[in-house]
T-cell receptor, first 112, second 115 residues
Framework: AQSVTQPDIHITVSEGASLELRCNYSYGATPYLFWYVQSPGQGLQLLLKYFSGDTLVQGIKGFEAEFKRSQSSFNLRKPSVHWSDAAEYFCAVGTGFQKLVFGTGTRLLVSP | DTGVSQDPRHKITKRGQNVTFRCDPISEHNRLYWYRQTLGQGPEFLTYFQNEAQLEKSRLLSDRFSAERPKGSFSTLEIQRTEQGDSAMYLC?????????????FGPGTRLLVL
Protein backbone atom coordinates (compact mmCIF):
# COMPACT_ATOMS: atom_id res chain seq x y z
CA ALA A 1 0.00 0.00 0.00
CA GLN A 2 1.17 3.49 -0.70
CA SER A 3 2.30 5.76 2.13
CA VAL A 4 3.85 9.17 2.63
CA THR A 5 6.27 10.24 5.34
CA GLN A 6 6.92 13.82 6.30
CA PRO A 7 9.58 13.49 8.99
CA ASP A 8 9.43 17.07 10.25
CA ILE A 9 6.34 17.95 12.30
CA HIS A 10 7.39 21.58 12.76
CA ILE A 11 9.98 23.74 11.05
CA THR A 12 10.88 27.32 11.94
CA VAL A 13 12.57 29.48 9.33
CA SER A 14 13.60 33.09 9.46
CA GLU A 15 11.91 35.38 6.97
CA GLY A 16 14.08 35.63 3.87
CA ALA A 17 15.85 32.34 4.52
CA SER A 18 15.57 29.30 2.29
CA LEU A 19 13.22 26.43 3.01
CA GLU A 20 13.20 22.71 2.33
CA LEU A 21 10.39 20.43 3.46
CA ARG A 22 11.00 16.73 3.21
CA CYS A 23 8.68 14.10 1.77
CA ASN A 24 9.31 10.40 1.23
CA TYR A 25 6.79 8.10 -0.39
CA SER A 26 6.24 4.40 -0.79
CA TYR A 27 4.46 3.26 -3.92
CA GLY A 28 5.04 0.32 -6.23
CA ALA A 29 4.47 2.06 -9.54
CA THR A 30 5.31 5.47 -10.93
CA PRO A 31 3.86 7.89 -8.43
CA TYR A 32 1.87 11.00 -9.02
CA LEU A 33 3.05 13.45 -6.36
CA PHE A 34 1.52 16.59 -4.98
CA TRP A 35 2.19 19.33 -2.46
CA TYR A 36 -0.75 21.13 -0.88
CA VAL A 37 -0.77 24.00 1.61
CA GLN A 38 -3.38 24.58 4.30
CA SER A 39 -3.87 27.76 6.28
CA PRO A 40 -5.56 27.45 9.71
CA GLY A 41 -9.19 26.44 9.40
CA GLN A 42 -9.05 26.36 5.61
CA GLY A 43 -9.08 23.78 2.87
CA LEU A 44 -6.10 22.64 0.87
CA GLN A 45 -4.56 24.66 -1.94
CA LEU A 46 -2.50 22.92 -4.61
CA LEU A 47 1.08 24.21 -4.76
CA LEU A 48 2.50 21.90 -7.42
CA LYS A 49 2.33 18.43 -8.90
CA TYR A 50 4.53 15.87 -10.59
CA PHE A 51 3.29 13.32 -13.11
CA SER A 52 6.28 12.60 -15.34
CA GLY A 53 9.04 14.29 -17.30
CA ASP A 54 11.25 16.99 -15.83
CA THR A 55 11.95 16.01 -12.25
CA LEU A 56 12.13 19.63 -11.08
CA VAL A 57 8.66 21.13 -11.04
CA GLN A 58 7.67 24.72 -10.45
CA GLY A 59 4.59 25.72 -8.55
CA ILE A 60 2.78 28.76 -7.32
CA LYS A 61 4.09 31.30 -4.81
CA GLY A 62 7.71 30.63 -5.80
CA PHE A 63 7.78 27.01 -4.64
CA GLU A 64 9.50 24.18 -6.45
CA ALA A 65 9.94 20.46 -5.79
CA GLU A 66 12.32 17.83 -7.05
CA PHE A 67 11.36 14.21 -7.67
CA LYS A 68 14.17 11.76 -6.91
CA ARG A 69 13.16 8.23 -7.75
CA SER A 70 16.31 6.68 -6.26
CA GLN A 71 15.52 8.26 -2.89
CA SER A 72 11.72 7.98 -3.15
CA SER A 73 11.58 11.65 -2.29
CA PHE A 74 9.73 14.74 -3.42
CA ASN A 75 11.09 17.60 -1.34
CA LEU A 76 9.59 21.08 -1.48
CA ARG A 77 11.84 24.12 -1.63
CA LYS A 78 11.62 27.88 -1.66
CA PRO A 79 14.66 30.16 -1.90
CA SER A 80 13.30 32.97 0.26
CA VAL A 81 10.45 32.51 2.71
CA HIS A 82 7.87 35.21 3.37
CA TRP A 83 5.84 35.59 6.56
CA SER A 84 2.70 34.73 4.58
CA ASP A 85 4.12 31.26 3.88
CA ALA A 86 3.44 30.21 7.47
CA ALA A 87 0.97 27.33 7.15
CA GLU A 88 0.80 23.56 7.14
CA TYR A 89 2.19 21.73 4.15
CA PHE A 90 1.06 18.31 3.02
CA CYS A 91 2.73 15.95 0.59
CA ALA A 92 0.49 13.41 -1.13
CA VAL A 93 0.82 10.49 -3.51
CA GLY A 94 -1.90 9.64 -5.99
CA THR A 95 -2.60 6.45 -7.83
CA GLY A 96 -3.57 8.32 -10.93
CA PHE A 97 -7.33 8.04 -10.80
CA GLN A 98 -8.29 7.37 -7.22
CA LYS A 99 -7.64 8.57 -3.74
CA LEU A 100 -4.74 10.63 -2.53
CA VAL A 101 -2.67 9.38 0.38
CA PHE A 102 -1.34 12.23 2.49
CA GLY A 103 1.51 12.60 4.91
CA THR A 104 0.89 13.95 8.40
CA GLY A 105 2.01 17.42 7.38
CA THR A 106 4.75 19.86 8.34
CA ARG A 107 3.85 23.07 10.11
CA LEU A 108 5.98 25.97 8.95
CA LEU A 109 6.60 28.84 11.31
CA VAL A 110 8.29 31.99 10.00
CA SER A 111 10.21 34.12 12.44
CA PRO A 112 10.89 37.82 11.82
CA ASP B 1 -14.52 28.58 -12.33
CA THR B 2 -15.90 29.21 -8.86
CA GLY B 3 -14.02 26.40 -7.14
CA VAL B 4 -15.31 23.69 -4.83
CA SER B 5 -17.77 24.92 -2.23
CA GLN B 6 -18.94 23.26 0.97
CA ASP B 7 -21.79 24.00 3.30
CA PRO B 8 -21.91 24.54 6.21
CA ARG B 9 -18.41 25.67 7.07
CA HIS B 10 -18.93 24.85 10.74
CA LYS B 11 -21.32 22.55 12.55
CA ILE B 12 -21.73 21.96 16.27
CA THR B 13 -24.02 19.13 17.28
CA LYS B 14 -24.81 16.95 20.24
CA ARG B 15 -23.86 13.33 20.38
CA GLY B 16 -26.53 11.13 18.84
CA GLN B 17 -27.81 13.74 16.39
CA ASN B 18 -27.68 13.37 12.61
CA VAL B 19 -25.79 15.85 10.45
CA THR B 20 -25.58 16.38 6.69
CA PHE B 21 -22.92 18.21 4.74
CA ARG B 22 -23.07 19.40 1.16
CA CYS B 23 -20.35 19.72 -1.46
CA ASP B 24 -20.64 21.48 -4.82
CA PRO B 25 -17.75 20.54 -7.12
CA ILE B 26 -16.21 22.52 -9.95
CA SER B 27 -18.85 22.43 -12.65
CA GLU B 28 -17.17 20.30 -15.31
CA HIS B 29 -15.62 17.84 -12.85
CA ASN B 30 -17.05 14.34 -12.94
CA ARG B 31 -15.19 12.95 -9.92
CA LEU B 32 -15.92 13.93 -6.35
CA TYR B 33 -14.04 12.83 -3.23
CA TRP B 34 -14.67 13.04 0.50
CA TYR B 35 -11.83 13.10 3.02
CA ARG B 36 -11.71 13.43 6.79
CA GLN B 37 -8.98 15.30 8.63
CA THR B 38 -8.51 15.05 12.37
CA LEU B 39 -6.38 17.41 14.40
CA GLY B 40 -2.68 17.11 13.63
CA GLN B 41 -3.20 14.63 10.81
CA GLY B 42 -3.34 14.68 7.05
CA PRO B 43 -6.62 14.12 5.24
CA GLU B 44 -7.79 10.51 4.99
CA PHE B 45 -9.83 9.20 2.10
CA LEU B 46 -13.46 8.30 2.81
CA THR B 47 -15.17 7.75 -0.53
CA TYR B 48 -15.40 8.91 -4.12
CA PHE B 49 -17.90 9.20 -6.94
CA GLN B 50 -17.57 9.16 -10.66
CA ASN B 51 -20.64 10.99 -11.88
CA GLU B 52 -23.43 9.53 -9.70
CA ALA B 53 -21.76 6.18 -9.03
CA GLN B 54 -20.02 5.63 -5.71
CA LEU B 55 -16.98 3.59 -6.72
CA GLU B 56 -14.99 3.13 -3.55
CA LYS B 57 -15.52 3.43 0.19
CA SER B 58 -12.86 3.38 2.85
CA ARG B 59 -13.08 1.13 5.87
CA LEU B 60 -13.16 4.39 7.83
CA LEU B 61 -16.68 4.89 6.51
CA SER B 62 -18.77 3.09 9.10
CA ASP B 63 -22.42 2.15 8.66
CA ARG B 64 -23.38 5.47 10.24
CA PHE B 65 -21.93 7.33 7.27
CA SER B 66 -23.64 7.60 3.91
CA ALA B 67 -22.78 9.65 0.87
CA GLU B 68 -24.78 10.40 -2.23
CA ARG B 69 -24.35 12.22 -5.49
CA PRO B 70 -27.82 11.80 -6.99
CA LYS B 71 -27.45 13.65 -10.29
CA GLY B 72 -23.72 13.59 -10.67
CA SER B 73 -23.40 17.17 -9.53
CA PHE B 74 -23.44 18.08 -5.82
CA SER B 75 -22.88 15.49 -3.12
CA THR B 76 -24.06 15.05 0.45
CA LEU B 77 -22.37 13.28 3.33
CA GLU B 78 -24.62 12.26 6.20
CA ILE B 79 -23.51 11.04 9.60
CA GLN B 80 -26.17 9.37 11.70
CA ARG B 81 -26.03 9.09 15.50
CA THR B 82 -22.92 11.21 15.74
CA GLU B 83 -20.18 10.31 18.21
CA GLN B 84 -17.48 12.50 19.71
CA GLY B 85 -14.93 10.66 17.59
CA ASP B 86 -16.61 12.05 14.47
CA SER B 87 -15.33 15.52 15.33
CA ALA B 88 -13.08 16.45 12.42
CA MET B 89 -12.76 18.55 9.29
CA TYR B 90 -14.61 17.01 6.36
CA LEU B 91 -13.05 17.96 3.04
CA CYS B 92 -14.50 17.59 -0.41
CA UNK B 93 -12.44 17.56 -3.59
CA UNK B 94 -13.28 17.28 -7.27
CA UNK B 95 -11.40 16.36 -10.42
CA UNK B 96 -11.89 15.82 -14.10
CA UNK B 97 -11.58 12.12 -14.93
CA UNK B 98 -11.40 12.73 -18.65
CA UNK B 99 -7.92 14.10 -18.21
CA UNK B 100 -5.32 11.36 -17.98
CA UNK B 101 -3.48 13.01 -15.16
CA UNK B 102 -6.09 14.21 -12.82
CA UNK B 103 -5.64 16.77 -10.09
CA UNK B 104 -7.95 17.07 -7.13
CA UNK B 105 -9.06 20.52 -6.06
CA PHE B 106 -10.29 20.94 -2.52
CA GLY B 107 -13.06 22.94 -0.96
CA PRO B 108 -12.75 24.92 2.29
CA GLY B 109 -14.05 22.04 4.41
CA THR B 110 -16.78 21.60 7.01
CA ARG B 111 -15.55 21.53 10.58
CA LEU B 112 -17.71 19.30 12.79
CA LEU B 113 -17.68 19.39 16.56
CA VAL B 114 -19.69 16.75 18.41
CA LEU B 115 -20.39 17.60 22.05
Amino acid sequence: AQSVTQPDIHITVSEGASLELRCNYSYGATPYLFWYVQSPGQGLQLLLKYFSGDTLVQGIKGFEAEFKRSQSSFNLRKPSVHWSDAAEYFCAVGTGFQKLVFGTGTRLLVSP
Amino acid sequence: DTGVSQDPRHKITKRGQNVTFRCDPISEHNRLYWYRQTLGQGPEFLTYFQNEAQLEKSRLLSDRFSAERPKGSFSTLEIQRTEQGDSAMYLCASSNRTRLRETQYFGPGTRLLVL
